[in-house]
């Protein structure tokens, strides 16, 4: 069975920092994908950014960065130049590739940014 | 603009009370996922399907939960009779397998159950 662990419940930075969220993931399969989703006091759910197994070179979207460690099954994201608005509790996901699998979350780390 | 609609987005009931709560997943989607969101327990995976075929329930309370897929538009949860533990946000989300996207989650229905 698949797991997701994200060691860190809260966390805060300063604005305009970088601050680094792990994940960190145990799988046996090769084929699979990994998210990290955004959830602001909206509750709305957000893609930040996601990465392919399959794939070496580590995602990047703007401020938002990966670090995917494939041996390690390590998938940390890090956020440059923090802003107010990235203040939210962020998940980390994994789904397994094709049809197979669901969709499953680690336990979120609360981010805050401070002015 | 592609989405994930759930209703109703709020809903206040009595214990006791059956409430039924609506997911229609991005059209072309073939897996849908049904989450519970609360502050104690993070994000609980209810139940999903596949080609609207039901692959894991087993997150479900089974004597009063129960999950269906009338057709490839329309997902529900049904809880009968509610408790106020039940209160909690509800999540769906839809992910096309075939292309390998990520999951696209709705708004959520936030049930309070008094």
């Known amino acids: 069975a698949q797991t997701v662990t994200q060691s860190q419940p809260e966390m805060s930075v300063q604005e305009a920092e970088t601050v680094t969220l792990s994940c960190t993931y145990d799988t046996s399969e090769s084929n699979y994908y990994l998210f990290w989703y955004k959830q602001p006091p909206s509750r709305q759910m957000i893609l930040v950014i996601r990465?392919?197994?399959?794939?070496?070179q580590n995602a990047t979207e703007n401020r938002f960065s990966v670090n995917f460690q494939k041996a390690a099954k390590s998938f940390s994201l890090k956020i440059s130049d923090s802003q107010l608005g990235d203040t939210a509790m962020y998940f980390c996901?994994?789904?397994?590739?094709?049809?197979?699998?669901?969709?499953?979350f680690g336990k979120g780390t609360k981010l805050s940014v401070k002015p | 603009d592609a989405r994930v609609t759930q209703t109703p987005r709020h809903k206040v009931t009595e214990m006791g009370q059956e409430v039924t709560m609506r997911c229609q997943p991005i059209?072309?989607?073939?897996?849908v996922f049904w989450y519970r969101q609360t502050m104690m327990q993070g994000l609980e995976l209810l139940a999903y399907?596949?080609?609207?075929?039901?692959?894991?329930d087993s997150g479900m309370p089974k004597d009063r939960f129960s999950a269906e897929m009338p057709d490839a538009t329309l997902a529900t949860l049904k809880i009968q009779p509610s408790e106020p533990r039940d209160s909690a946000v509800y999540f769906c989300a839809s992910v096309s397998t075939r292309m390998n996207t990520e999951a696209f989650f709705g708004q959520g229905t936030r049930l309070t159950v008094v």
């Open positions: 399907f596949r080609n609207r075929a039901p692959l894991d």
């Open positions: 059209l072309g989607h073939n897996t």
């Open positions: 990465q392919e197994a399959y794939k070496q």
């Open positions: 996901a994994f789904i397994l590739g094709g049809s197979q699998g669901n969709l499953i």
